[in-house]
Every structure is written in C-alpha cells, then in structure tokens.
T-cell receptor, first 112, second 113 residues
Framework: DGGITQSPKYLFRKEGQNVTLSCEQN?????MYWYRQDPGQGLRLIYY???????QKGDIAEGYSVSREKKESFPLTVTSAQKNPTAFYLC???????????FGQGTRLTVV | GQQVMQIPQYQHVQEGEDFTTYCNSS?????IQWYKQRPGGHPVFLIQ?????EVKKQKRLTFQFGEAKKNSSLHITATQTTDVGTYFC?????????????FGTGTLLAVQP
C-alpha cells in the first residue's frame, strides 16, 4: 500500500521532554515537509527537505530539529526549547517542485 | 507572519448557497495550488493553476488565478454538505525558493442542511 505513514497518531509527553515524530514514505518522492496546525489555524511550515542529507528551515523552525538520512524517512524532533508544542503535526511529500503534495494522517501531540 | 492570507476565515452557508474564498499573496507566485481538509482529516490536493488569469472548473468548483499572479479564488456553486471542510491555497515555490510550499491561512466552510 503506497503512501505516507506518520506514527503514532496520538502522542502524549511531559513538559521538558524531547519527542520524535516519525514520517515514512514509499512514494519515492524527493521533497518532504513538516507542518504544524493549531486549532482553527492554517498550516505553518517547520522544515522541508529537497534531497537526502539536505533540509531547510521553514517559518517556525525554532525548537524543532530534523534529519534526512534516507529518502524514505524525515523524522521531526520537538525539543524542550519549543515553548508551545501541543499541536497537530502533518508530514507531506512532493515528487518535484511543481507537483501536488501528499499528506500523512498526522500526529496529534499533547504536552502536559 | 503569514505571507499568504485567505478571507474569510470562516463561512457558514445554507445548503444550496454559493461560497467563495479568496487567497492573497504579498509576492508574485509562480503557480498556486488548492487543497481541501475535511474535519479531522489531512489536506487533499484539488488543483494547480499556473498561467496568469487562468480559470479551471471541477464540477461545481471554479478556480481562478489573478492576472498579476498575486491572488486566487475558489468558488463553489450550490454548496452541499459534502463540501464541509477547510480550503487552503498554497504557493509551491514561495519567494522563489524551490520546493518551499507555503499554505494560506485557510477558510473553514460550514454547510447547514
């Protein structure tokens, strides 16, 4: 079954702990993205990667880190430096710069 | 702050009424995409517009790209309850940065039967 897998669907963490969100794709797409969505708000770009071993900051990268060691995987770490990490996190991929984005099902992170 | 704004933020209509959402960018866009996110779901691609002044239709949905390539609109004729969701425009190579995909603030559409 082709697509993008984000895991887990729901995640609870204590304040001050780092947490890593998984995003795996088998679409063979080069570009991968992480977005944050807060209730009633749009999608804000955290990080994106065009190829393996390369990634760029988006508009709200502070408090987050990523890696792109494999084409299929683009994990996002929410660090303790992120002041308000509770949100819905969406991973997306694109084949090329002018094609549509495909999204995973998302991970809902709650920090207590 | 958000570079791609959409209005309105929220729209409530009676089933059968028309609906329009507008997308405005502070910079010229190479192309623009539209997505729909159902409640509790993830965004799904609807269409891409590339040419200045382009108009595309998908059944009851009409998409337009402005002449200056700084704005776009999505119009739904005779809304149905299945149209409920948040509609986003997206700029695929924002600011000339290849692959930087920026989304608008979104418009939430509620349709009352």
């Amino acid at each position: 079954d082709g697509g993008i897998t984000q895991s887990p669907k729901y995640l609870f963490r204590k304040e001050g702990q780092n947490v890593t969100l998984s995003c795996e794709q088998n679409l063979n797409h080069d570009a991968m993205y992480w977005y944050r969505q807060d209730p009633g708000q749009g999608l804000r770009l955290i990080y994106y990667s065009q190829i393996v071993n390369d990634f760029q900051k988006g508009d709200i990268a502070e408090g987050y880190s990523v890696s792109r060691e494999k084409k299929e995987s683009f994990p996002l770490t929410v660090t303790s430096a992120q002041k308000n990490p509770t949100a819905f996190y969406l991973c997306a991929t694109r084949r090329t710069a002018n094609t549509e984005a495909f999204f995973g099902q998302g991970t809902r992170l709650t920090v207590v | 702050g958000q570079q791609v704004m959409q209005i309105p933020q929220y729209q409530h209509v009676q089933e059968g009424e028309d609906f329009t959402t507008y997308c405005n960018s502070s910079t010229t866009l190479s192309n623009i995409q539209w997505y729909k996110q159902r409640p509790g779901g993830h965004p799904v691609f609807l269409i891409q517009l590339v040419k200045s002044g382009e108009v595309k239709k998908q059944k009851r949905l009409t998409f337009q790209f402005g002449e200056a390539k700084k704005n776009s609109s999505l119009h739904i004729t005779a809304t149905q309850t299945t149209d409920v969701g948040t509609y986003f425009c997206a700029a695929p190579n924002y600011g000339g940065a290849t692959n930087k995909l920026i989304f608008g603030t979104g418009t939430l559409l509620a349709v009352q039967p």
